[in-house]
T-cell receptor, first 109, second 113 residues
Framework: RKEVEQDPGPFNVPEGATVAFNCTYSNSASQSFFWYRQDCRKEPKLLMSVYSSGNEDGRFTAQLNRASQYISLLIRDSKLSDSATYLC??????????FGKGTRLHILP | DTEVTQTPKHLVMGMTNKKSLKCEQH?????MYWYKQKAKKPPELMFV???????INESVPSRFSPECPNSSLLNLHLHALQPEDSALYLC????????????FGQGTRLTVV
């Protein structure tokens, strides 16, 4: 089993739609969890950290289920500017930060 | 200052050259990372330094040699690279304690000819 697995992409959704990404991780001792966004030919940038209690930042909601080793990201009212690759990132402990393969999102006008 | 600075931004080198990539951060982060990213692939972890000591080497070929001269600097020395080593090399840092998200530099786009 891969250390961090994500939904395959690409996701092509119309502007204004809601889109959800899922991610699973293999190491139950993993310490912290993140969603990063990466635009073409740019470095990854932190979108949000993910907590067991769930956290929301505007149109973005992230959720962590430790029992199922599952992370999710929900984007509501999607905008054209949301088009990017979304990377699930897990700190497995001992400073080992591992990326999922990423899910490419295209928002269609 | 929440920046990780990488130099150079672009590098073209021959297979017999020796070059170095540099990374600098002044956030007091004690963990620093090198990642390699090929086109349309996620970043792949290469090395991790924690408190200036190499803590993780993900079976990277010896033609890549990391160095951490001090807590703010991270280098990647390159020697006898192959064309398939052409990629975006990303440096990142994170705090060992507290919020531990990684901050990335803009990367060095390396082409081996």
């Amino acid at each position: 089993r891969k250390e961090v697995e994500q939904d395959p992409g690409p996701f092509n959704v119309p502007e204004g739609a809601t889109v959800a990404f899922n991610c699973t991780y293999s190491n139950s001792a993993s310490q912290s969890f993140f969603w990063y966004r990466q635009d073409c030919r740019k470095e990854p940038k932190l979108l949000m950290s993910v907590y067991s209690s769930g956290n929301e930042d505007g149109r973005f909601t992230a959720q962590l289920n430790r029992a199922s080793q599952y992370i999710s990201l929900l984007i509501r009212d999607s905008k054209l500017s949301d088009s990017a690759t979304y990377l699930c990132v897990v700190n497995m402990g001992d400073d080992k930060i591992i990326f999922g393969k990423g899910t490419r999102l295209h928002i269609l006008p | 200052d929440t920046e990780v600075t990488q130099t150079p931004k672009h590098l073209v080198m021959g297979m017999t050259n020796k070059k170095s990539l540099k990374c600098e951060q002044h956030m007091g982060h004690r963990a620093m990372y090198w990642y390699k990213q090929k086109a349309k692939k996620p970043p792949e972890l290469m090395f991790v330094y924690s408190y200036e000591k190499l803590s993780i080497n993900e079976s990277v070929p010896s033609r890549f040699s990391p160095e951490c001269p001090n807590s703010s600097l991270l280098n990647l020395h390159l020697h006898a690279l192959q064309p398939e080593d052409s990629a975006l090399y990303l440096c990142a840092s994170s705090s060992v304690k507290g919020p531990d998200e990684a901050f990335f530099g803009q990367g060095t786009r390396l082409t081996v000819v």
